[in-house]
């Protein structure tokens, strides 16, 4: 075998080895692959996940909450959207709401009070929905394009579902000039 | 690429047994890599435990049987007043006797109720939280008086939507096995 016939050998596995390592290394990385399963639906639908399904009945803004006898003010504006909650074929817990802006940014529900439907306190049986209204902070200038993320996970949302909902919110001015504080409806049962 | 060799093969002829052989050879790859997820997946799923003819069944050192699975309208709230459950909602009790040498050291269980679709209902939802229920832990009732015998019951409640039967419970005792069940149903 010519030496040039090896060199050609050699440079072909680098080549390969090299392809490879790019392929490895190129995105999405891991955490994008293990992303969760985003499952898209309208406002007002239900939209089911893996072991739940959630429909966003109504979608409100406020410049302040009242809890019990206590008056929150944000410096944002507080998007409040009742949530109706089902479990599909065993108990499930929603553990996780949040709602995402137009440039990506994240906003959990607030832990300024107990929001036990999302966070995991309430077990939700099959056939018995369960009703109730989540609290979110956000800048006002974020709230007219706003996708609410529901999920039944707590921290680890990989590879598992998450459901996405626009929320049809379009002008907050009018709910800042007028700070009238709103309540929060504690979770009850629908069935 | 090598033009023919002696006896006129091109590259293709020469290579065609390496290149059938890449096939299971990929197989085999993809096999090993997900081998371990898939035997670690298998393992951790529920499976169901035997159970003997009269529906009865031993497991975790107690033998248990389904003895009663209806609806019940007896509830009462913490100061003796009638528990109503919410609209729509049918509470459902489950009795199962429970048979052990030494109660005192019973294993703790987890009971789940199936319907006839097979949805999964948990003890003591949330809907019947205003209602004073037993623990329904497989445990003896620290109320009652010890049992003499090794024989006991365990009361179970569930919340399911009224127009919905209950066909068997599943009782898990993760203590002894985190991934077998036990499954009950009401034999004549």
């Known amino acids: 075998m010519s030496l040039l016939r090896r060199l050609g050998g050699l440079l072909l596995v680098a080549a ?33 996940g893996r072991d739940f399904a959630v429909r966003a009945v109504a979608v409100r803004c406020a410049a302040q909450l009242k809890i019990g006898d206590a008056i929150m003010d944000t410096q944002g504006v507080w998007v409040v ?16 709401a949040a709602v995402r802006d137009a440039s990506g940014r994240i906003y959990q529900t607030t832990d300024r009070f107990d929001q036990l439907l999302v966070t995991g306190g309430r077990s939700i049986q099959p056939g018995l929905p369960v009703e109730g209204e989540i609290a979110i902070e956000v800048p ?11 999920a039944s996970t707590f921290v680890d949302h990989r590879m598992d579902s998450m459901a996405e909902i626009p929320l049809p919110i379009s002008d907050v001015t009018a709910v800042l000039a007028n700070p009238a504080p709103t309540e929060v409806l504690a979770p009850r049962s629908a069935a | 690429m090598r033009g023919p060799d002696s006896l006129g093969r091109g590259w293709w002829r020469r290579n065609i047994w390496g290149l059938v052989a890449m096939l299971p050879a990929l197989a085999l790859m993809i096999y090993a890599a997900v081998y371990s997820d898939l035997e670690y997946w298998q393992r951790g799923r529920p499976s169901q435990a035997p159970s003997a003819a009269d529906g009865s069944a031993e497991f975790a050192g107690v033998r248990l049987r389904l ?6 309208t007896d509830l009462k709230r913490y100061g003796n007043a009638p528990f109503v459950p919410p609209d729509g909602v049918t509470v459902w009790r489950a009795v199962i006797e429970v048979e052990s040498p030494d109660p ?25 939280s205003k209602a004073r229920l037993p623990l329904a832990n497989c445990r003896p009732d620290t109320e009652d008086p010890a049992p003499v015998s090794g024989r006991y019951r365990t009361v179970a409640h569930f919340a399911l939507a009224t ?23 009401l034999r004549g």
């Open chain 1, 16 to 48: 390969v080895l090299a392809a490879g390592q790019a392929v490895a290394d190129s995105p999405p990385d891991r955490n994008h692959q293990l992303r969760p399963f985003a499952v898209s639906g309208d406002f007002g639908t239900d939209v089911v």
């Open chain 1, 81 to 96: 959207v009742k949530l109706r909650l089902s479990a599909r074929t065993e108990p499930s817990h929603i553990s996780y």
């Open chain 1, 140 to 150: 006002a200038a974020s709230a007219g394009d706003l996708t609410l993320l529901v």
């Open chain 2, 67 to 72: 003895v009663e699975l209806a609806p019940t």
């Open chain 2, 104 to 128: 005192e050291t019973s294993p703790f269980c987890t009971i789940l109720l199936e319907d006839e679709a097979g949805n999964r209902y948990d003890v003591n939802a949330e809907e019947l």
């Open chain 2, 163 to 185: 127009g919905v039967d209950a066909v068997a419970v599943r009782l898990s005792f993760g203590g002894v096995d985190l991934v077998r069940y036990v499954r009950l149903t």
